[in-house]
């Protein structure tokens, strides 16, 4: 079928035997409306991010597939040279989450290894200093289809909450990093149950709210049996779903560490801004209000609730929608450095149509200022990365 300019599509799930994971694509890869989803030479860098691309329409040039059928069949030998490929930092993001999964599965069966989860930790903690803002808006701007890997994505974002707000607050790097180690590991002994529960509209049965409360513990145990002997990681993990109050599970005490109590924040501001098959997504402007009304009175919690909000660029972080006086409908793509105006990337004309071109407002102008969050965002709930940040290579 041919588009508008006249360019015959082919579906991507199509041309799957010219796609080698890992390796360099050998045409570029564009979305339903034309954009540019990967370019030549850019990486698959898994089945699940191929799946990814197909369930968002995606498809590629039909001269160029045949031109690289040409080419393949006429040659004797061809191989593609990857070693000095740079990644995207998208591209890392998406390994990173796969690679997690795969060693949460392997510490929830039994088989996980503390030295394999370690590197994960430190790689995250990278990412996030690399580009904050883009780690926050792959937090935010979730896609309602990506929910059945809710107990992937989960962890990996509450990791980079935490990364941020554990830097605000001037935590030592030890410290640091076993909080990253604990977000990303909390939910390892209740996968299945975890996806299963983004799906469902009913509430837990009371079989699976007993597993529920248990996690905790069962979480840690898993990561001692697997080796790791880091305190305050083991803690975190068993103590957050805890409150101050004694309210919490499993052992309802309020005798919880900071590393413990700040997890369970940033757990329940990300289930909020998460969209489940039952319920959209809170916007993170109501999510944070609810955080500072519930916690931000509370001496011990409230410094732990500022960093949270402050880290993430205050009511708006990059991911939010958001209306501008203008009357532009845009997404937050980068945290003001000073106060709280940020970089807006335009996703409407000034009557609020949705538009393909992207224009970038500085909040700090009048003009162009926040007016609040979009109240109603259904007309713009897949956002791809690439249209606000374009294609970030990861330095080497």
């Known amino acids: 079928m041919a588009d508008m300019a006249g360019v015959e599509r082919v579906a991507l799930d199509s041309v799957r035997d010219l796609i080698l994971v890992g390796q360099p694509l050998p045409f570029a890869v564009l979305d339903a409306l034309g954009r540019l989803l990967l370019n030549q030479d850019q990486i698959v860098g898994s089945e699940r991010q191929f799946d990814q691309l197909v369930e968002r329409g995606a498809w590629v040039d039909r001269p160029k597939v045949e031109e690289v059928r040409r080419q393949r069949a006429g040659a004797v030998s061809t191989s593609h040279a990857v070693a000095h490929r740079q990644l995207s930092l998208m591209d890392h993001w998406q390994q990173l989450t796969t690679d997690l999964e795969t060693q949460n599965r392997a510490l929830g069966a039994g088989a996980g290894r503390a030295e394999a989860i370690q590197p994960l930790v430190s790689q995250l903690i990278d990412l996030v200093q690399r580009d904050g803002d883009l780690a926050i808006y792959l937090c935010i701007r979730q896609d309602l289809k990506r929910t059945l890997a809710y107990a992937a994505t989960h962890p990996v974002h509450c990791a980079v909450v935490c990364a941020l707000a554990a830097n605000g607050l001037g935590w030592p790097t030890a410290r640091l990093h076993s909080l990253v180690g604990a977000a990303m590991t909390m939910n390892a002994s209740f996968i299945e149950l975890q996806n299963q529960l983004a799906e469902e509209r009913d509430p837990p049965t009371k079989k699976q709210m007993e597993k529920i409360h248990a996690h905790p513990h069962a979480g840690a145990e898993l990561l001692r049996q697997a080796g790791l002997a880091d305190t305050e990681w083991l803690q975190a993990v068993e103590g957050h779903h805890e409150q101050s109050d004694g309210k919490g599970y499993p052992r309802g005490t309020g005798d919880i560490g900071d590393s ?132 970030l290579l990861a330095q080497p």
Request: glycine share 8%.
């Open 260 to 391: 413990a109590a700040l997890l369970r924040l940033v757990d329940v501001y990300m289930a909020k801004v998460s969209p489940r098959r039952a319920r959209a997504a809170l916007s993170p402007h109501v999510a944070a209000q609810q955080m500072f009304q519930q916690h931000g009175k509370s001496p011990r919690e409230a410094p732990l609730v500022v960093s949270v909000i402050r880290t993430l660029g205050g009511v708006h972080p990059p991911g939010a929608l958001v209306q501008l006086k203008s009357g532009e409908v845009g997404v937050v793509a980068r945290r003001s450095k000073t106060g709280t105006a940020p970089l807006v990337a335009t996703l409407s004309n000034a009557r609020g149509e949705p538009v393909v071109s992207t224009q970038f407002r500085e909040s700090a102008d009048p003009v162009f200022a926040i007016s609040g969050a979009l109240l109603d965002p259904t007309c713009f709930q897949r956002i791809l990365p690439e249209r606000v940040y374009g294609m």
